[in-house]
């Protein structure tokens, strides 16, 4: 059974920090590319960042450039996201989701039949 366990979320200030932690199982962690979606109140599910699994390669939404960073340590099955200067419209509940296809998960945020998803940790960025 695969399993996406995301950790890290809480309640942080505006200009404030977290890193989100993904923690895979049940799959074979170096080939799949894992990314971390978000949706805020009111908002649509919105692709934040990705890594690939055959070359780490990244891509980030153009709101989170610059102060996200993602990154996968495989000998631990985890991808973490890093993110700063945090602002309110970064309030969301953030999961993470992987495949085996890399283009489509990581180029158009593409989730279908055979990627998976985890439940995901709430963000609030408040003052």
């Given at each position: 059974e695969v399993q996406l366990q995301a950790s890290g979320g809480g309640l942080v200030q505006p200009g404030g920090?977290?890193?989100?932690?993904?923690?895979?199982?049940?799959l074979n962690f170096?080939?799949?590319?894992?990314?971390?979606?978000?949706?805020?109140?009111g908002k649509e599910r919105e692709g934040v960042s990705?890594?690939?699994?055959s070359d780490a390669s990244t891509n980030y939404a153009d709101s989170v450039k610059g102060r996200f960073t993602i990154s996968r340590d495989n000998a631990k099955h985890t991808v973490y996201l890093q993110m700063n200067t945090l602002k309110p419209e970064d309030t969301a509940h953030y999961f993470c989701a992987a495949s085996n296809r890399s283009p489509a998960l990581c180029r158009d945020w593409y989730l279908g039949l055979g990627d998976f998803a985890g439940q995901g940790t709430l963000v609030t960025v408040s003052s």
């Open positions: 920090s977290l890193r989100l932690s993904c923690t895979a199982s049940g170096d080939v799949f590319a894992i990314a971390w979606f978000r949706q805020g109140p990705c890594i690939a699994g």
